[in-house]
């Protein structure tokens, strides 16, 4: 069984940067996608980001286009989402995800992190 734990979120000012990692215990992330969504107060969870293994064929919500790069390191069962130019609106907590297939749908994802929290101030 495979079990998340993200980390790296806290408070940061309109247009800094932080970087997130999520990283896995009790399994590997070898032969499994990964993904990172984000959940905003009131709102519906989001896809943002997601990597395919091995790493490879990133892709992006157009929102985070530009800004944002998700990576891994299967040597150390960690995943990464370096996000830069933050926007108030990327406040939201951030849950990594891992699964068979490289998908947009939280559905195809089995295995989910709790979360980390990041709140951009503007």
């Known amino acids: 069984q495979v079990q998340l734990v993200e980390s790296g979120g806290g408070p940061v000012q309109a247009g800094g940067s932080l970087r997130l990692s999520c990283a896995a215990s009790g399994g590997t992330f070898i032969g499994l996608a990964m993904a990172w969504f984000r959940q905003a107060p009131g709102k519906e969870r989001e896809f943002v980001a997601a990597i395919s293994w091995p790493a490879g064929g990133p892709n992006y919500t157009d929102s985070v286009k530009g800004r944002f790069t998700i990576s891994r390191d299967d040597a150390k069962n960690t995943m990464y989402l370096q996000m830069n130019s933050l926007e108030a609106e990327d406040t939201a907590v951030y849950c990594c995800?891992?699964?068979?297939?490289?998908?947009?749908?939280?559905?195809?994802?089995?295995?989910w992190g709790r979360g980390t929290q990041v709140t951009v101030s503007s």
């Open positions: 995800a891992a699964g068979i297939f490289r998908s947009p749908r939280a559905s195809q994802y089995a295995y």
